[in-house]
């Protein structure tokens, strides 16, 4: 458990920090809840954790705000774990140490926004086949014209999983349009074409939408940015803002920072109808093809087995 602070440590917010969540199992109790395991046994399960650490790491969170305790069953009573304000404030903290892991800890310390097809990266990407997208898991969101929004008003957040038969979710870096991008942007493996994947979804979106599929792009661009961007292009499908890293987060997304941000690397998730993410696509290599191959992934769901 955290020690006692003293001295000039009552003073630093680093170590008033660490002291609630600087300790290994505290840190990983929080990774697990933010995607979506809730219950004592399914942390437990995770984590491969003695019962009575678990316990008293649980009791530690919810004593400093981090986690609430919720009943979900009577007779007996049962609780489970989800997090407060305070801590999904921590989805940043969680991803800007999964990026410096990635970067520094796993691969040569080059900046990049793509990842090698073998690397350790990938594989945390493609192991999230088979597994749920937490609910609801909610973004600010730009919608469409025709739902009934006046131009310019506020988003309203949206579930990054739609309500449909399928959902193609792609993550994308960042457009130039309206805010300028990074000056080295351009030389960045896999940061170019966000404007092109937008169009050439914006393109396929019809045809998907009559089959029952729905498109949802996401960055870590805010939402009047993204607005500008969808209303300049015509786009027929929500943006959601990741600018606060829950969907990060909850799916431990790779993530690159340029311009003193970070970004989400491309990758594409298509999801079926009860949240389960049934196929991947990272590294996207080849923008045009990855575009076209989530549509006949997308299709596969909705044809079913």
Same mark, same amino acid.
């Given at each position: ?19 609630? &969540?600087?300790?290994?199992? =505290? *840190? *990983? ?17 995770? *984590?491969? @954790? !003695? ?9 530690? *969170? /919810? ?46 310390? !080059? ?43 506020? !988003? ?27 000056? !080295?942007?351009? =030389? ?18 019809? =045809? ?46 790779? /993530? ?11 990758? &594409?998730?298509?999801?079926?109808? =009860?949240?389960? @993410?049934?196929?991947? @696509?990272?590294?996207?290599?080849? @923008? ?18």
């Amino acid at each position: 458990m955290a020690r006692e602070l003293r001295g000039h440590d009552l003073q630093c917010a680093i170590a008033q920090a660490a002291a609630v &969540i600087g300790d290994w199992w =505290s *840190l *990983l109790i929080v990774r697990e809840v933010t995607r979506g395991h809730h219950r004592f046994e399914e942390l437990l399960a995770e *984590l491969g @954790i !003695s019962r009575k650490v678990l316990a008293e790491r649980l009791r530690h *969170l /919810t004593d400093h705000q981090v986690l609430e305790r919720r009943p979900y069953q009577t007779g007996p009573e049962r609780h489970e774990y989800v997090l407060t304000g305070t801590g999904r404030a921590l989805a940043p903290v969680l991803i800007s140490m999964q990026d410096w892991a990635d970067r520094w800890l796993l691969a040569d310390g !080059s900046l990049t926004g793509t990842a090698e097809p073998d690397s350790a990266e990938a594989a945390r990407v493609h192991a999230l086949r088979g597994t749920p997208v937490p609910a609801p898991l909610l973004l600010p969101a730009t919608l469409p014209p025709g739902d009934g929004r006046a131009p310019g008003a506020a !988003s309203r957040p949206l579930d990054v999983v739609a309500d449909a038969r399928a959902t193609v979710l792609f993550a994308y870096p960042a457009t130039g349009v309206p805010a300028p991008l990074p000056p !080295s942007w351009g =030389s960045l493996p896999g940061a170019v074409g966000c404007t092109l994947e937008n169009r050439l979804f914006r393109d396929a979106e019809p =045809s998907l939408t009559a089959e029952g599929v729905a498109v949802h792009g996401v960055s870590t661009q805010r939402p009047d940015e993204q607005e500008t961007f969808a209303a300049g292009e015509g786009l027929t499908f929500p943006l959601l803002s990741d600018m606060d890293a829950q969907f990060a987060a909850a799916l431990r997304l790779p /993530t690159f920072r340029a311009g003193q941000t970070l970004r989400l690397k491309r990758l &594409i998730l298509v999801v079926d109808a =009860s949240r389960v @993410i049934r196929d991947v @696509i990272y590294p996207v290599l080849d @923008i045009p093809a990855a575009v076209e191959e989530a549509g006949r992934m997308a299709m596969k769901v909705v044809e079913g087995p």
